[in-house]
């Protein structure tokens, strides 16, 4: 006859330590819009200020994002006793980059004439430095006495904290006469709020995740994560089961 080895009794509690890198790809992210919208109008401020007369135009832009990052978390879980369920709540410090060049067309035509044109291309980057808290609810797929994994939803309250810079230039040319504009602005999330751009306090968003635990020592697991959520998350870490 075959002996198998005993699972080892459920703890009911987890703390796990982790880090991992952050990727927007192949999503295009709330964050991002997000990044996008603070760009636009803070782009369309330096605009309106130097050149009044493109108030009223027509707009073609083009911006390209890249990201990269990662997130430090701290999460403490509960085992559901006689459940394959687990509620986990978690913290996070997020560092998030997005690199990216625009392009930016305006134009202003009268009865199809036109009167004043402006391109602007610059570049720059969006920083995310900020908390990150999720409540996840995690159902228990396989369990040997070494080996659990389990599949997670919830959901990731981020608060809007970061910065933006932006660089470039703008060739303005107009039946009066031409000009160029160069530009270098490096302002907080916060400075600009105070300026007038609309940026929400935080976001929220559901996310989805394999957890994968390998027991290395008593009560001591290597955790490996994949998260989707605002991108992919791939973290890996620390647990102490109690």
């Not at 073609?60 to 999460?75: C, H, Q, R, Y």
């Not at 559901?80 to 560092?95: K, T």
């Not at 040997?144 to 910065?163: E, K, N, P, Q, Y």
């Amino acid at each position: 006859m075959m002996a198998f080895r005993p699972v080892p009794a459920a703890q009911n509690w987890e703390f796990t330590l982790s880090y991992g890198p952050w990727t927007a790809f192949p999503f295009t992210t709330l964050i991002e819009n997000e990044c996008r919208n603070m760009i636009d109008q803070e782009l369309n401020t330096i605009m309106d200020w130097a050149y009044p007369l493109l108030l009223i135009r027509n707009e073609e832009e083009d911006i390209d994002f890249a990201s990269g990052g990662g997130a430090l978390s701290l999460s403490l879980s509960h085992h559901l006793s006689a459940s394959p369920l687990s509620i986990s709540l978690e913290l996070s410090w997020l560092a998030l980059n997005l690199p990216y060049t625009l392009s930016y067309r305006q134009s202003l035509d009268l009865l199809g004439v036109p009167i004043a044109s402006a391109q602007t291309n610059a570049s720059g980057q969006a920083r995310i430095r900020s908390a990150d808290y999720a409540l996840w609810v995690q159902y228990r797929l396989w369990q040997t006495s070494s080996f659990t994994a389990r599949l997670a939803v919830g959901g990731h309250l981020l608060i809007m904290r970061g910065d933006i810079s932006l660089q470039g230039n703008c060739e303005f040319t107009s039946i009066i006469g031409d000009d160029e504009l160069t530009f270098n602005e490096h302002k907080s999330i916060q400075d600009l709020r105070n300026g007038g751009i609309k940026v929400p306090r935080s976001l929220f968003f559901p996310s989805l995740s394999l957890n994968l635990s390998t027991r290395l020592w008593r009560p001591i697991h290597l955790q490996t994560r994949l998260v989707i959520s605002q991108g992919l998350f791939l973290t890996a870490g620390l647990s102490l089961q109690f």
